[in-house]
Every structure is written in C-alpha cells, then in structure tokens.
C-alpha cells in the first residue's frame, strides 16, 4: 500500500511558477513509476510528465520545455516544476504512484491539488 499526499498548489498568474511535491509512504517508493496527471473541469484527466523508477522522463506536449518532473528516492518524494504558468494549465493535479508486477499492476492516487492560473 501506497499513499499519496501532494502539496504545493495555488493561485499564480500567467506567466508565474509553481512547484508541486508528494510525498509517498513506504519503503519501496523507488520501484514506482511516478506521475502527475491533472483534470480541468469538464475534461479527461489526463498524463502531465512520468518518471520512472530507473528515471526516465516523458511529457505531454503541452508542457515541454516549461515542466520539470524529478524524484528523490531518500525523501519519497517526487516534484513537478512548473514554470511559464498558462490560464489553461488550470487544473486539479494528481500524483500518482505505478508498478508492475507480474501480470498485476497496482496504481495509487494522491487527493489533489488545485493549480489555478489567472490570465
């Protein structure tokens, strides 16, 4: 079992930066792969940036060369960076913690935090 607590949140206008944590429990936090998703109202929820447990990175388009997504295996914490803050990076973000093992995957969700952007 795994939970997830983010933070980091807020109000920011366009243009401004935000650094997002969640801080996972358990002793096996660097075998997950680690992503942040996000939702806007109305919308799918959808991948933001994933790192890996060997730390390979992946990110949506949209946030390429403005997000930074990083882990740190001592304090079972995984960061996302945000900079260059757009109206429609408005969302609810989630962290989300993703293994597999075998034929069984196992998933766990953060409770969210709510980034907001004013323009």
């Known amino acids: 079992q795994v939970q997830l607590v983010e933070s980091g949140g807020g109000l920011v206008q366009a243009g401004g930066s935000l650094r997002l944590s969640c801080a996972a429990s358990?002793?096996?936090?660097?075998?997950?792969?680690m992503g942040w998703y996000r939702q806007a109202p109305g919308k799918q929820r959808e991948l933001v940036a994933v790192?890996?447990?060997?730390?390979?990175?992946n990110y949506v388009e949209s946030v390429k060369g403005r997000f930074t997504i990083s882990r740190d295996n001592a304090k079972n914490t995984v960061y996302l960076q945000m900079n260059s803050l757009r109206p429609e990076d408005t969302a609810a973000y989630y962290c989300?913690?993703?293994?597999?093992?075998?034929?069984?995957?196992?998933?766990?969700w953060g409770q969210g935090t709510q980034v907001t952007v004013s323009s």
């Open positions: 989300n913690a993703h293994r597999g093992v075998g034929r069984y995957e196992y998933d766990y």
């Open positions: 358990g002793s096996i936090f660097r075998l997950y792969a």
């Open positions: 790192i890996t447990s060997g730390g390979n990175i």
